[in-house]
C-alpha cells in the first residue's frame, strides 16, 4: 500500500519478481552442480556401497514406493505432524495469551514452561514409548512437545506486549474484558502467532525426524533400520531425503500462509 | 447536555510508607459546564494523572471527582479522551477506529457507520474512510482521535496534549481547527497541554499546575471574546496576550528577562 516512503534499505530486502526468477535460477543451477559433484565421487573409483550413485538412490525410492509402503509412511509421518502441530496450536495460543495478559497466570506457568522447554526429548523417548507405544501416538506426542514452545511463547509475547496505550483506550469506554481480548489483544497478537506457528511447524518435522530414528520400528524410521541393517546406503539416503523434502517445504508452505493473512503488521504500524 | 466537572479534595499517592510518593495533594477544581479549560504545567507535574482520573482511569488516594452528579468510579461514556500519541488501533479502517466507542457501548452497526461517517466529515477526513492509521499523517491521525472521542457523543471531552506529538504548522491548523468545532457545539473541555500559547488561544480559562506534589499555583480567565478560530493573528498580537503569556510562564517558573549562560 504506503510504497512511497519504503526506506532504500527495505527496497534492496524486498526483492523484485525479476530478482526472484533470477535467485530460482541460481539456486537451481548451483544444485544441479552439487548433482554433479556427487556423481563425479560416485563414479571415480569409489565403491559403490560407500557412494551411492544418484541412480541408486531412485531406484532405493522406487523400490520402497513400489513394495515398502513408503507413501504409507509419508503419510502417517505428515499425520502426525499436522496432529501434533494442531494440538499444540490449539493448547499454546490461548495458554500463551491467558500468560500474556494475566501476571498472576505468568507467574504460575512460567517456571514449568521454560523446565520443560529444557528437556533433553531424546532421553525421554524411552518413557514416551512406555506411555504411548511405537506407533502413531509417540509421533504425534512429539511433534507436540516440539511445536509447542514456539507457538506458546511467540502468543505470550505478543499478548504481553499489546500497547499500553490500545489497552487504555479500550478501557476508557469501559469496554469488557472480552471486548479488550477479541478487538485489542487477539488482532495485535496475529503476526506474533503466526511467527510461532511458522517456528512451530518447522520444530515439528524436526520432533518427528528424532521420533523416527530413535524409535526406528515402524514408519519412515523404521524404513531406515531396514536399510541400514543391510549396509545399503542408497537406501538409508533416500529416505532421508524425503525427510528433508518435509522438512523443508512444510514451513515454506505455512510462510506462505502467513504472508497471505497478514494485512498489517507490527513495524508498518510503528510500534 | 454538557456537564460540569467537580474535582473535590483529590490526592494521588503510589507506593506506601517511605517510598511512598505524592503525585498530587489536595487538589480542588470546579469546571462549569461548556467551559474550555487548559491545565498547563511541566512534564511530570501530574496533570496526566489528574485527566485519567477525570476518565476513571485511575483510581484516587482521597476524594471525589464528579461529571455532572455523577461520582467518578470507572469510565463512563460521558466522558470521552483523546490521546497524545493517537493510540489508533493499526488493524482499524478510520472508519473502524472512529465507530470503537459505538461498538463498544452496544450500537448496532448500520448506526455506528452512519454517525461516525458524519464525524468524519466533520474532523475534514472525508475520503479516508477505509485507509488504515499507518497510511495518514498525524494530525490526521489525531482527527481520527477526535472523531472517535466525539462519536460517542460524550458531555465532557477529556484532551491530554493532543497536539504534543505534532509539527508545529499541523499544531496551528489542528487547534484552530478544533475551536471551529467546539464554538459550533460547545462541550466541556479539558484540555492538558505544557504550551502556553496554545493554552490562552483555546481557553476560557488557564490552570496552572506546580510539582512536587503537584497543586494548582494559578487559575485565571482568558478575556479574548468568541468565536476566536478565525482571527488567530488578531489575538496574538493583543497586548493582553502578552501579557498574559508573561504571567503564565513565571508561574512555570520560566523566567523570560534571564540570560542565558553562555559556554565559554
Redesign the interface.
Known amino acids: 500500500?504506503?510504497t512511497a516512503d519504503e526506506s532504500p534499505l527495505r527496497q534492496r530486502l524486498t526483492l523484485s519478481m525479476d530478482d526472484r526468477n533470477h535467485q530460482l535460477i541460481l539456486q537451481a543451477g548451483f544444485g544441479v552442480f552439487l548433482l554433479a559433484l556427487y556423481s563425479a565421487f560416485a563414479y571415480l573409483g569409489y565403491p559403490s556401497e560407500r557412494i551411492p550413485s544418484i541412480l541408486m538412490i531412485v531406484e532405493a525410492l522406487q523400490v520402497q514406493i513400489a513394495e515398502e509402503g513408503l507413501l504409507g509412511a509419508v503419510w502417517d509421518a505428515l499425520y502426525a505432524i499436522f496432529i501434533g502441530f494442531f494440538l499444540a496450536t490449539l493448547v499454546g495460543i490461548p495458554m500463551g495469551i491467558l500468560m500474556g495478559v494475566s501476571r498472576t497466570i505468568e507467574e504460575l506457568l512460567d517456571p514449568y514452561v521454560n523446565a520443560i522447554y529444557v528437556v533433553p526429548y531424546a532421553a525421554i523417548v524411552p518413557a514416551l514409548i512406555v506411555w504411548f507405544g511405537t506407533g502413531i501416538r509417540i509421533r504425534v506426542a512429539i511433534c507436540f512437545l516440539f511445536a509447542f514452545f514456539p507457538i506458546v511463547i511467540n502468543s505470550f509475547e505478543g499478548a504481553r506486549t499489546t500497547?499500553e496505550?490500545?489497552l487504555?483506550?479500550?478501557?476508557?469506554?469501559?469496554?469488557?474484558w472480552l471486548?479488550t481480548m477479541k478487538?485489542?489483544v487477539l488482532?495485535?497478537e496475529?503476526p506474533y502467532i503466526l511467527a510461532g506457528l511458522r517456528m512451530g511447524i518447522g520444530r515439528a518435522v524436526r520432533g518427528l525426524v528424532l521420533v523416527e530414528i530413535i524409535v526406528a520400528v515402524t514408519g519412515l524410521g523404521g524404513l531406515i533400520q531396514n536399510w541400514s541393517a543391510a549396509f545399503r546406503l542408497e537406501g538409508v539416503i533416500s529416505v532421508v531425503l524425503v525427510l528433508m523434502f518435509l522438512g523443508v517445504t512444510l514451513p515454506w508452505l505455512m510462510g506462505k500462509v502467513y504472508d497471505r493473512l497478514i494485512?498489517?503488521d507490527v513495524e508498518?504500524?510503528?510500534? | 447536555m454538557p456537564k460540569s466537572i467537580t474535582v473535590d479534595r483529590v490526592s494521588k499517592t503510589y507506593g506506601s510508607g517511605e517510598d511512598a510518593v505524592h503525585v498530587l495533594d489536595d487538589i480542588s477544581i470546579s469546571i462549569p459546564e461548556k467551559q474550555f479549560v487548559c491545565i498547563l504545567g511541566p512534564s511530570g507535574c501530574g496533570k496526566t494523572t489528574l485527566m485519567k482520573m477525570m476518565?476513571?482511569?485511575i483510581d484516587l488516594s482521597a476524594g471525589e471527582i464528579r461529571i455532572g452528579d455523577n461520582v467518578i468510579t470507572?469510565?463512563?461514556?460521558e466522558a470521552?479522551?483523546v490521546?497524545q500519541?493517537f493510540?489508533l488501533?493499526?488493524?482499524r479502517t478510520t472508519l473502524e477506529n472512529v465507530e470503537?466507542?459505538l461498538?463498544?457501548?452496544g450500537v448496532d452497526k448500520s448506526t455506528r457507520r452512519e454517525r461516525a461517517r458524519t464525524w468524519i466529515d466533520r474532523v475534514g477526513l472525508d475520503g479516508f474512510e477505509e485507509s488504515?492509521?499507518?497510511?495518514l499523517s498525524g494530525g490526521m491521525q489525531q482527527r481520527v482521535g477526535l472523531a472517535?472521542a466525539l462519536c460517542?457523543d460524550p458531555e465532557v471531552i477529556l484532551m491530554d496534549e493532543p497536539f504534543g506529538a505534532l509539527d508545529a504548522q499541523t499544531k496551528d491548523k489542528m487547534q484552530t481547527q478544533l475551536l471551529q468545532l467546539w464554538e459550533q457545539e460547545k462541550k466541556t473541555v479539558v484540555f492538558v497541554t505544557h504550551d502556553i500559547r496554545e493554552s490562552i488561544f483555546l481557553a476560557d480559562r488557564v490552570l496552572v499546575m506546580g510539582t512536587k506534589p503537584s497543586s494548582i499555583v494559578e487559575d485565571i480567565e482568558i478575556p479574548f471574546e468568541r468565536p476566536r478560530w478565525k482571527r488567530r493573528v488578531e489575538i496574538e498580537n493583543d497586548e493582553r496576550f502578552a501579557e498574559i503569556e508573561q504571567l503564565l510562564r513565571e508561574r512555570l517558573g520560566l523566567k523570560a528577562e534571564e540570560e542565558p549562560e553562555v559556554v565559554q
Open positions: 500500500m504506503a500497547p496505550g490500545l487504555e483506550v479500550a478501557e476508557s469506554f469501559n469496554a469488557s471486548f478487538n485489542v488482532p495485535y496475529i494485512w498489517w508498518r504500524a510503528g510500534f | 476518565d476513571g482511569l470507572e469510565p463512563t461514556p470521552a479522551l490521546f500519541n493510540e488501533f493499526p488493524w470503537l466507542g461498538e463498544i457501548l488504515y492509521p499507518s497510511e472517535r460517542v
